[in-house]
């Protein structure tokens, strides 16, 4: 079980990985270890006639216990977040990758406005938070304008939450890594 820290503050959790490493089983396991009610908030856009999306999306709710609550939030995190500050639930987003591809076409200043609302938003909860983000940028660089936006967007978020979490997990080939533990901090 995850203990939260002391003084109050929220418990904020991020788990990271490439696709299919496991990584939302990871965070559904560390979720499932508080002994509270989930709420699983899905960021990803409905199926839609997408069949391997959809295919995905029921893999990811067949998994989750019948007793977890879900919302589909989509492009809406801050605001759900907002909305919440229960600390008897755990609260489990799944994923920041979609996320953050929902905002692409916002301009840098609104985007960093967006990520500081999302940190404060999060810094505001009163029960532990399970944050599951995309790996990217660890191959070619990308051949599109947004491809290479949508890698630097998504690197910079994860070093800004990183910097407010309590643990940080890296999940590649079905293991997680603890990357507070063994990690250091790179120098501003």
Known sequence: MVVA????????????????SGKSRWA?????????????????????????????????????????????VGAELVAALQQRRDPGM??????LGTWVA???????????????ELCGALQQQRGPVYLVCEEVGWGVVPPTAIGGLFRDRMGAVQQRLAAICQQSWLVVAGRAIDVMKLGLPVPT
Do not use: F, M, N
Request: aromatic content about 4%.
């Open 5 to 20: 820290e002391s003084g109050g503050q929220p418990h904020l959790v991020l788990i990271s990985g490439p696709s299919r």
């Open 28 to 72: 559904e396991h560390l979720a499932a270890s508080e002994g509270k009610t989930v709420l699983y908030l899905a960021t990803g856009a409905p199926p839609g006639e997408d069949q391997a999306w959809a295919e995905r999306v029921a893999l990811h709710r067949q998994r989750r216990p019948e007793a977890w609550l879900s919302e589909e």
């Open 90 to 95: 755990v609260l489990l987003v799944d994923s």
């Open 102 to 116: 929902q905002h692409l076409e916002k301009d840098q200043q609104h985007w960093d406005r967006l990520c500081e």
